[in-house]
Each structure stands twice: as C-alpha cells, then as structure tokens.
C-alpha cells in the first residue's frame, strides 16, 4: 500500500499518509494533515518517517489507524502551538 486516508471523525480531518522514496533513496512515509486553526489560517501538518525497507514501510502505512491519526495531529498541534476550534481526540 502507498497511500491512505483516514479521516477523524470528531473533527473530519483528513490524514493522509504516502510512501515514496527520498532523493537518497531510503524509503519514507510523508504523513500529512490540513487544518483550520482559530484564526482562521489553514496549516499543514507534516512529518516524515524513514525506514530500513519497503515491507517496513508498507506494514507502516497498513497497520495506520484512527488513533495513530489522532496521535499525529495531537502531538503537530501541540508542537506547533495551534489552537484549533474542536479537540483533536
């Protein structure tokens, strides 16, 4: 698998997660999330997870579910420091 989308449905984010390979050719997962903060502005969460080889990455992506998600944006927000008008979890 090299794509997924989950969405949480408490806030109706959408996580999207894509494997691919970095210029180095290490196989990576991009985890994405678009969402809406207090003030209006719309950022994008990011992170990127390396791995040692395709079948890791692609149980990553397999085994991702909603309560991964809901850690992912939990742990963006707070990094971030963005407040959000629904709880994330």
């Known amino acids: 698998m090299n794509f997924k989308i989950i969405?949480?449905?408490e806030t109706q984010t959408e996580v999207c997660l894509h494997r691919d390979r970095n210029e180095g050719g290490e196989e990576i997962v991009r985890?994405?999330?678009?969402v809406i903060s207090l003030t209006g502005t719309e950022p994008m969460l990011e992170t990127v997870v390396r791995f040692a080889d395709a079948w890791s990455a692609q149980f990553f992506v397999?085994?991702?579910s909603e309560?991964?998600?809901k850690g992912f944006l939990r742990q963006c927000l707070e990094e971030e420091g963005i407040?959000?008008?629904r709880d994330c979890v």
Do not use: F, M, N
């Open 62 to 64: 397999e085994d991702y």
């Open 31 to 34: 985890i994405t999330a678009l």
């Open 83 to 85: 407040r959000t008008g």
């Open 67 to 69: 309560t991964s998600a």
């Open 7 to 9: 969405t949480v449905p």
